[in-house]
């Protein structure tokens, strides 16, 4: 996995997206960065490694600069990225995850293989999400596997399978939502929760993963 936001670029502020594009004043700066992740991805692809690559997440929020300028900067802005990493750089491993949060923002099928949703509904709250997960299934023409990319509680599974929101996966973030100190918090979900999603026979582990090479 590999959830690129891009927030290391200072430099790129103000009007980050009309700077970035090809003729602005920060596109080889912009570059650069891409240098960096097609390093990285042309090295795992040598060893036949795929990368789950989540950029430019949470887009209609507003709190990013990728964001700020309206779905139809945004739109471009993913199309530029994905021509460069798969075209300019032949980044052929990397399996793009849009997470968008819109239909509106979504830049088209061609260009996006799983959607994903960012979901923090708040203590002990374990609904599956089902009204998102629906959305989110149909942002392109296409269905695409779809998956909790981030998450607060964990939901309840048998909840899930019940009203078939079968979200592909699920990440719940790190800190207060999964430790105090070095012990592990219950503040948003709670043991038995975690453990019967662990324990069901719908959850696919790491220790039941197939072995594909």
């Known amino acids: 996995f590999y959830n690129c936001d ?65 779905s139809d900067a945004y739109k471009k802005l993913w199309k530029y990225l994905y021509k460069e990493l798969t075209n300019t750089y032949g980044c052929n491993n990397l399996i793009w995850v849009y997470n968008g949060q819109s239909a509106d923002w979504y830049p088209g099928d061609e260009y996006v293989d799983i959607v994903g949703e960012d979901i923090y509904p708040g203590n002990h709250v374990y609904d599956p999400q089902v009204s998102r997960f629906r959305q989110a299934i149909n942002y392109g023409s296409k269905t695409k596997i779809t998956a909790l990319t981030e998450n607060g509680c964990i939901f309840d599974i048998d909840s899930a399978v019940s009203i078939n929101a079968l979200w592909s996966w699920f990440m719940t973030w790190g800190g207060e939502f999964t430790v105090n100190g070095s012990n592990y918090s219950e503040k948003y979900t709670e043991k038995s929760v975690i453990k019967k999603m662990y324990a069901s026979k719908y959850s696919l582990t790491l220790g039941s993963l197939p072995k594909i090479y």
């Not at 670029?9 to 103000?14: E, V």
């Not at 036949?48 to 949470?58: A, G, K, L, S």
Request: hydrophobic letters at 40%; aromatic letters at 16%.
């Open 6 to 70: 891009f927030n290391e670029a200072k430099d790129l502020s103000g009007d980050s997206l009309k700077k970035i594009l090809p003729g602005g004043e920060k596109n080889e700066v912009f570059k650069a960065y891409l240098d960096t992740i097609a390093f990285y991805a042309n090295a795992l692809e040598k060893e036949n490694i795929p990368v789950i690559f989540r950029p430019f997440h949470e887009d209609t929020g507003g709190w990013f600069w990728w964001g700020a300028k309206g």
